[in-house]
């Protein structure tokens, strides 16, 4: 009986002990989860466990093709139009943006990669670069130099916007900016620059254009906007309530749709111009007539940056939908080399943006490809397939000689199978492939394999050049 008893009161106590050990063997495995050790995590983790940051994006082999036609389209026309290439760094001081863009702006409030420099130096990643290049002016005593100073650029910038279609982290920009000269033909022959280049790649834009005009027309006009907007300030969105004494101009050209309605009879920044600056931007006007670019009077046009002064314009496309999206922009901005620090100098330049161009023309592409009588388009070059360790070794001094030449040659030395060397020359869709075989090694010749019919003609190595340029030239 006494053991009985005993048994009886130990039991509960086991179960008690029990409960207590699973709570402690849970809390133990949340702790660990905290210092979760990147080993376990990859065997855990389903995808992969590294991928680009929000907002960013690699730009893929299959893309290259069309990028680098981006490139040499604007390289061209820069160069045609008489425009220098320059680069500066990705990263610059922080307060060169915060002071030509401006506090107030979205860029500067709430986009900048800005962080503190080992040396506890506050610097930031680019949101744009025309204020890196005026940096770059002054620094380089380019005022000294032939004006104007006609430079373009191609590079990255950072924002750290909220990603959506169209809209990165980080994105390229090609542009133009021309220091030295207070014309209005500068900004006509920008304007030109950038629409031409869209229209040489087939894209259709309407070009928006205003003038803001001198910090002192600007001035007068805001006071008379700020008392329009008060008056209206029940009917705005919460945004541009908060906008009317910060920054009233972006009003004009808010997204809201009740903020557009108010807009409608909002004061005008042209009724604002004084003489000089109303002359000026007629100007411009008549120029683009004569350029042959069309263009769209847009009073609530802005732009978003303080260094603007006089003329400002964006570039626009509409999408299947209808919706209009930016591609490029840029206005006037005297003030801004001053402001700097140099001596005062006018300036004028415009951006495109690389991303939603190339969007387009990938767009653009998928339609052509859906039409039943699409053919894609052979590459210029030639395949080279080889067979066997002596064809392998010989071919990269032929690979090299037609290379010498001027010729393209595809090539995959990796590979000894002739038959997936062909498929791999049939995916490309050159229209010949020159096969080196160890046979051709030992008598000097080479296969030219016509893709189409199969048909193969020997041909001597020493004639390889002449016969594929003549072959390519068909
Ligand atoms: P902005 O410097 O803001 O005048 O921009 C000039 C052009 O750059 C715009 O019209 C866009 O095409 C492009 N762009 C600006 N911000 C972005 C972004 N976050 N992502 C992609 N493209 C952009």
């Known amino acids: 009986m006494p053991r009985k008893k005993s048994t009886t009161k130990k039991q509960p106590q086991k179960k008690v002990q029990a409960k207590k050990a699973t709570t402690k063997k849970k809390v133990v495995k949340k702790v660990d989860l905290k210092n979760v050790d990147p080993k376990k995590e990859k065997k855990k983790t389903k995808g992969p466990v590294y991928t680009t940051l929000r907002g960013m994006k690699d730009i893929l082999p299959k893309e290259g093709v069309m990028w680098q036609h ?11 139009y008489g425009f220098s290439y320059i ?13 030509s863009i401006g506090k107030g702006t979205d860029v500067v409030d709430k986009e900048m990669y800005i962080f503190e420099d080992k040396d506890g130096s506050k610097v930031c990643l680019r949101p744009e670069v025309t204020a890196s290049i005026a940096r770059s002016y002054i620094n380089h005593g380019m005022h000294t130099f032939p004006q104007p100073v006609k430079v373009w650029y191609w590079g990255q910038m950072f924002r750290h ?3 959506q279609a169209g809209r990165y982290r980080q994105f390229h920009q090609f542009g133009c900016e021309t220091f030295g000269i207070q014309s209005p033909v500068v900004d006509a022959e920008l304007i030109a620059v950038a629409y031409n280049m869209l229209r040489d790649l087939g894209i259709e834009t309407t070009v928006k254009i205003n003038s803001i005009g001198t910090p002192e027309d600007r001035e007068n006009y805001i006071v008379e906007l700020v008392g329009y907007l008060r008056s209206k300030r029940s009917y705005l969105s919460d945004e541009s309530k908060k906008r009317i004494n910060k920054n009233p101009l972006r009003v004009l050209d808010s997204k809201h749709e009740q903020d557009k309605a108010v807009m409608e009879e909002a004061p005008q920044i042209l009724d604002w111009l004084s003489d000089k600056s109303r002359g000026f931007f007629m100007s411009v006007l ?25 003329t400002v314009f964006e570039l626009y496309t509409e999408d299947d939908e209808g919706s209009q999206s930016a591609l490029g922009g840029g206005g006037r901005y005297n003030g801004l080399v001053g402001q700097l620090g140099g001596e005062e100098t006018p300036g004028s330049g415009f951006s495109l943006g690389i991303e939603r161009v190339a ?23 030639i395949f080279f397939a080889q067979l066997g360790e002596q064809a392998c070794k ?4 032929l690979i090299e000689e037609l290379r010498r030449s001027g010729l393209r040659v595809y090539h995959n030395l990796a590979k000894s199978s002739l038959k997936a060397q062909l498929e791999t020359a049939d995916k490309l869709g050159v229209s010949n492939t020159l096969i080196l075989g160890q046979k051709e090694v030992q008598d000097g010749t080479i296969l030219i394999r016509n893709m189409e019919s199969g048909i193969q003609e020997v041909v001597d190595q020493k004639k390889i050049v002449n016969t594929v340029q003549k072959l390519l030239a068909k």
């Open 87 to 99: 680069e500066t760094p990705i990263l610059e001081q922080a307060s060169l943006f915060v002071r």
């Open 161 to 163: 916007d909220r990603p």
């Open 70 to 80: 981006l490139y040499h389209t604007a390289e061209d026309i820069a160069g045609a």
């Open 286 to 310: 008549e120029y683009l007539d004569e350029a042959g670019v069309p263009y769209v009077l847009t009073p609530t046009l802005v732009r978003g940056l303080d260094y603007y002064t006089d």
């Open 394 to 397: 010989r071919s990269l001094h």
């Open 359 to 381: 969007n387009i023309l990938k767009k653009q592409k998928e339609e052509l490809e859906k039409q039943e009588d699409y053919k894609p388009e052979k590459p210029g070059g």
